[in-house]
């Protein structure tokens, strides 16, 4: 009895201390419980937000490109791809081996499907083909009772309509590559594509828009459940070019008859560029959709360099159309007046350097209407001797030389106009006076690209104005648009009557008997153009060549034979369009540049929609020029 | 307190005044766990009562009349078949080694039809049952002795150690610790659990070596979850986004998203305490955390009221087990133990634990019954 009390007692002292542990442990649970429920319940809701919210971009349409009519230049348009589930498909091969039927697929993607199969989710869409033509999409429709989990996906991807035309003003989009990540989430999206050349790089920001976002939430394997909230992103905006198609194409097929050319024409108060070529051209369609390695490597060796925009990378020496800065440094540093003659021997001595006319026998006498004219380089050699380097680099640069022009172009070059700071400083020599003398028929170290010397003579004829070149508008060209304004720019300072000097040889250069372009005037007599031909030189002739008579250009190797240049202006009496064209190794440039700028000044004016000179006056001024 | 009374002495209450003694307060609270449970699978299932909610009611009604009948059993019966109970279960668990030693890989079940049988489960209230037995038969004295205590330690580790080699430690420490309970309660001297416990500590080392790999990852992984946040971390990171999202007053009923987005693998089991915590928050946790409490403290004051050691044992044993169920499965789900596989008493989605839980609560109802009745060491009525 005594035992079962003291053994009671002690179960009950025992039963209490046990139950009190209980107790205390039960405590913690509902110390630790409050301790993650209330103390660091915002952690955690954060963290559960980020479990199951998930933020999926939404990528905007991009911004067409119209030329100046509104013509499409750059669009996109539905890329049907095809898409699998492999979770809905079943046999994975079988599939494969049925689509294949309908719409070939390479080992490559096969290979590449499978693996992908392997390593994603089964809800996961894969990518099988891109591209699909409308044939195969229907015939995947048509069969696809047989292909459960198979899908057509509607994209978007980009076209070029006109293809070679417009290749190298409008560029093209890619894939973004590593180093072009900026943190931005949309360009980690696996179809974005971005401009990788031309307006397209140019303008990339405008063209792009702003992504938009849903929100979704997942599950724990990543399935979408449902829509949470979607933000509304933007599409690219539009962007119009100046470019005239119709025109451009026409450049494009007038230049393709040579090797390798560029030519730019530009409206001379506006600074417009309403056609900017470089021939050979790509067709940027092969970028979009990725291009092939074999496609790649045929564009990257062809010594033509048809990926490189020549109108603006491309640097020649001016040559002769070089000869109008000379001029206008002469007559506005007051060094010559136009009447004032220089006689031409053939050839210029400076100390014990003897320099060339093309003229062997030389020109005579010559004043300014006649050096343009005939081109004389002695009386230039001359001039460029009484200019000076440092008075006639400054002037090189008011018209636009020598730094880049600011068209809304990437990778555009700077060209270069020497002076005595830039060979100590590139050359470490000092600059000499033989120099200056080279420098006055647009040979030595002036460079210059087609796109610099059409804005040269836009500011040659235009009055002496600073146009600007543009390559883009705000909008379309409408109807009766109201002729452009000739003073949107300011005034460069050049007296009027050098200007008219200046003209006036130009004029005489396709106008006159004897100028060196007087085989492109036009015989028809409704329309005169001026202009000037420049051949420049790739090579050293040496003295030892010169004895032996100097080598016929057809006789020479391709990439030595002389570079053709023409400048052109028209119509003569109320300037309103100029041009430069460049033809790499095409010899002389009145024979090979000039036709050409020819053919395409008149089909600029016919093409010319806001008739700012009237067809009757053209027709009454036409006859009764200078002849 | 009424149970507290002193009633006369009885010797064999008559069955219609057994039904009347049934303490119908203990039966409403554990119906009110299970019922919070009920809820809880019905939102587990994304608002279904398919697959789980609807089975396990159906198994709570199966198990409240086994209750009943288990409590109206006179307490001589139960005392009688204690070892022949525990025994069933060391064979069944045996029965389980051997199917998993012949190649059916580690099935800790055994396919009764109705549900699947877990021996382990049944061990940890048979266990109970027969400790209560041995000491019952003991007096203070006998206890002193320690070749005595050869006999309840052996009950303690043979399916202690078959549970282990399944491997199952979660259960294999249950069993442990409710051997402890038993022994402590029975009134070993405090020295031989210091003794025993320094022991324990000393093999530490050793048996870490005897780990299985995932165990040891375990145990690692509850030391410091975030360093294999996908992988074996996985778990107790989601466990805790869910109950910390949950904040005070729950995100809504059927409104988690850690549950209803799968974040959390088998959420109907052993981390159910989580869908309760996201959905009724802090509120939610406390109020099951009461219940259980007010269970355990109601079957320690039935364990103070009986007048019999065997009533005494066998009731706060089953407490204790309950407790240990309660305690472990929710300092898991916390953050606070490592995550071993043991269910939420009554809550969790699970015949066996159920069945067991209720049996033994029935045990429990038994002694409150028969609270006044005095038996001697041979289980007879009368004193020694």
């Not at chain 1, 303008?203 to 997942?218: F, H, Y």
């Not at chain 1, 100590?424 to 040979?443: D, F, H, M, P, Y």
């Not at chain 1, 106008?511 to 420049?534: P, S």
Request: charged share 20%; proline share 6%.
């Amino acid at each position: 009895m005594r035992q079962d009390r003291s053994q009671a007692r002690t179960f009950t002292r025992r039963a209490l201390l046990l139950g009190g542990g209980q107790a205390l442990l039960f405590c913690a649970l509902g110390a630790r419980l409050y301790y993650l429920q209330v103390v660091e319940a915002s952690r955690y809701t954060m963290l559960a937000d980020e479990n199951r919210i998930n933020v999926r971009l939404l990528p905007p349409p991009r911004g067409h490109v119209f030329d100046r009519y509104g013509e499409p230049l750059a669009v996109n348009v539905e890329n049907y791809r095809l898409v699998l589930v492999p979770e809905q498909i079943g046999d994975l091969e079988r599939a494969l081996d049925i689509i294949d039927r309908i719409a070939p697929l390479g080992e490559a993607d096969r290979r590449r499907v499978l693996r992908e199969a392997r390593r994603k989710r089964g809800f996961v869409p894969i990518l099988v083909r891109g591209n699909l033509t409308w044939d195969e999409v229907a015939r995947i429709e048509v069969n696809a009772v047989d292909l459960p989990g198979v899908a057509i996906d509607p994209g978007l991807s980009r076209r070029y309509p006109q293809g070679e035309v417009m290749g190298h003003v409008v560029g093209y989009v890619a894939a973004v590559a590593e180093h072009e990540l900026t943190g931005d989430p949309l360009l980690e999206l696996p179809d974005f594509r971005i401009g990788k050349d031309g307006i397209e790089r140019f303008r990339e920001t405008d063209l792009r828009g702003l992504a938009g976002a849903s929100e979704v939430e997942i599950n724990a394997y990543g399935r979408v459940i449902r829509e949470l909230g979607r933000r509304s992103g933007h599409a690219g905006e539009p962007v119009f070019l100046t470019v005239d198609l119709e025109l451009q194409r026409y450049v494009g097929q007038r230049l393709a008859q040579e090797r390798s050319a560029a030519a730019v024409v530009i409206d001379v108060h506006t600074g417009e560029v309403v056609s900017l070529a470089s021939s050979p051209g790509f067709d940027p369609n092969l970028f979009s959709s990725g291009i092939s390695q074999a496609d790649w490597n045929t564009l990257r060796q062809d010594p033509r360099a048809p990926l490189a925009n020549k109108a603006i990378m491309g640097q020649y020496a001016p040559g002769s159309t070089f000869k109008m800065m000379v001029a206008v440094a002469a007559l506005e540093t007051k060094a010559i007046t136009p009447e004032q003659t220089i006689h031409c021997p053939g050839h210029y001595e400076l100390g014990e350097q003897r320099f060339h006319c093309w003229k062997r026998g030389g020109h005579g006498p010559m004043n300014m209407h006649d050096a343009m004219k005939h081109s004389c380089d002695v009386y230039f050699y001359e001039l460029a001797r009484r200019v000076g380097i440092d008075r006639l680099a400054p002037m090189c640069r008011r018209f636009a030389l020598g730094e880049p022009t600011g068209i809304e172009l990437p990778a555009e070059r700077p060209g270069l106009i020497p002076s005595r700071e830039w060979k100590l400083q590139a050359r470490k020599a000092s600059w000499v006076q033989g120099e200056t003398v080279l420098t006055g028929i647009g040979q030595g170290y002036v460079l210059t690209t087609p796109l610099q010397l059409a804005v040269m003579t836009a500011r040659l004829v235009n009055g002496g104005r600073a146009v600007v070149p543009r390559l883009t508008r705000p909008a379309a060209m409408r109807e009766n648009q109201p002729p452009p304004r000739r003073d949107l720019f300011p005034s460069l300072g050049i007296s009027p009557q050098t200007l008219a000097a200046v003209r006036d040889g130009m004029a005489a250069v396709v106008n006159e008997q004897g100028g060196t372009a007087y085989a492109i005037r036009l015989r028809d007599g409704d329309l005169r153009i001026g202009g000037k031909t420049g051949t420049s030189q790739v090579r050293r002739i040496s003295m030892a060549e010169r004895e032996r008579g100097v080598r016929r250009n057809d006789e020479l190797p391709w990439r030595h034979r002389d570079h053709a240049l023409f400048v052109g202006y028209g119509p003569v009496d109320a300037p309103r369009y100029a041009v430069s064209v460049v033809v790499e190794h095409g010899g002389g440039g009145s024979s090979v540049a000039a036709p050409i700028a020819r053919d395409i000044l008149v089909e600029t004016l016919r093409r010319d929609p806001s008739r700012l000179v009237p067809p009757s006056r053209v027709v009454a001024e036409g006859t009764g020029g200078r002849s | 307190m009424s149970m507290l009374e002193r009633q006369p002495r009885a010797t064999t209450p008559l069955l219609l005044d057994r039904i009347w003694q049934i303490s119908w307060p203990l039966v409403l609270l554990l119906t009110a766990i299970a019922g919070i449970g009920f809820a809880l699978l019905y939102s587990a299932a994304g608002g279904s009562f398919q697959p789980w909610a609807q089975k396990q009611m159906l198994r709570f009604a199966l198990g409240l009349t086994g209750l009943i009948l288990v409590a109206l059993v006179d307490l001589r019966i139960w005392l009688r078949l204690a070892y022949v109970i525990y025994a069933v279960a060391l064979v069944l668990l045996v029965a389980v080694e051997v199917r998993g030693e012949i190649g059916m890989g580690a099935q800790r079940w055994i396919d009764v039809g109705l549900l699947q049988l877990q021996p382990s489960e049944v061990m940890k209230i048979a266990l109970v049952l027969a400790l209560a037995r041995y000491f019952h038969g003991l007096d203070l004295d006998d206890i002193g002795r320690p070749v005595l205590l050869i006999v309840p330690a052996a009950l303690v580790l043979a399916p202690a150690a078959l549970v282990l080699k399944q491997p199952d430690l979660g259960t294999a420490l249950m069993l442990g610790a409710c051997g402890g309970v038993m022994f402590f309660i029975a009134g070993v001297r405090m020295w031989k659990f210091a003794v025993v416990l320094a022991g324990l500590a000393a093999m530490v080392p050793v048996a870490w070596e005897f780990l299985r790999d995932y165990q040891k990852k375990r145990v690692l992984t509850f030391l410091n979850p975030e360093a294999d946040p996908l992988g074996a971390g996985y778990h107790i990171i989601q466990s805790k986004i869910a109950l910390g999202s949950g904040g005070l007053f729950g995100k809504g009923y059927l409104l988690g998203s850690q549950t209803h987005l799968n974040f959390l693998p088998e959420k109907q089991t052993d981390f159910i305490f989580t869908i309760l915590a996201e959905e009724w928050g802090l509120v939610g946790g406390l109020v099951l955390l009461g219940l259980y409490m007010l269970v355990i403290l109601y079957g320690i004051l039935i364990a103070l009221r009986s007048q019999n050691q065997f009533g005494r044992l066998l009731a706060m044993g089953v407490s204790s087990t309950l407790f240990l169920y309660a305690f472990i499965n929710c300092g898991m789900v916390m953050g606070l133990l490592p995550v071993v596989g043991v269910p939420l008493a009554l809550v969790s989605f699970g015949g066996t634990a159920m069945l067991t839980i209720l049996f033994g609560m029935g045990l429990v109802m038994a002694v409150y019954v028969h609270r006044d009745m005095e038996l001697n060491r041979q289980g007879e009525i009368g004193t020694d």
